[in-house]
Nanobody, 122 residues
């Protein structure tokens, strides 16, 4: 089970840190992915981290501004959002696939957190 938190309202240029907390002792066996969905738009890939933690992947739109990391002792994956822009406004979801492999599309993802709202004002 995944639970996302940490969203909020922030001004453009500000920062937030999202958390994806997982229950279960097998957390460290899985890659975790963040997606986001803006109103009226599809759910898009944002970032992912491998189960080993040594590989990270980012959408071009967030590269250099967002950082994904994991703390297996806390069974939590973090997404640090810096230099936020109004177009980053969306509900952010964490998810994982059926296996340990990284997933980059919603169709591959079978377990989802409930989402956390990020709103960036201009």
């Amino acid at each position: 089970q995944l639970q996302a938190s940490g969203g909020g309202l922030v001004q453009a240029g500000g920062s937030l840190r999202l958390s994806c907390a997982a229950s279960g002792r097998t957390f460290s066996n899985y890659a975790i992915t963040w997606f986001r969905q803006a109103p009226g738009k599809e759910r898009d890939f944002v970032a992912a981290i491998s189960w080993t933690g040594d590989k990270t992947y980012y959408a071009d739109s967030v590269k250099g501004r967002f950082t994904i990391s994991r703390d297996d002792a806390k069974t939590t994956v973090y997404l640090q959002l810096n230099s936020l822009k109004p177009e980053d406004t969306a509900v952010y979801y964490c998810a994982r696939g059926r296996t340990s492999a990284v997933v980059t599309t919603p169709a591959e993802s079978i377990y989802w957190g409930q989402g956390t709202q990020v709103t960036v004002s201009s």
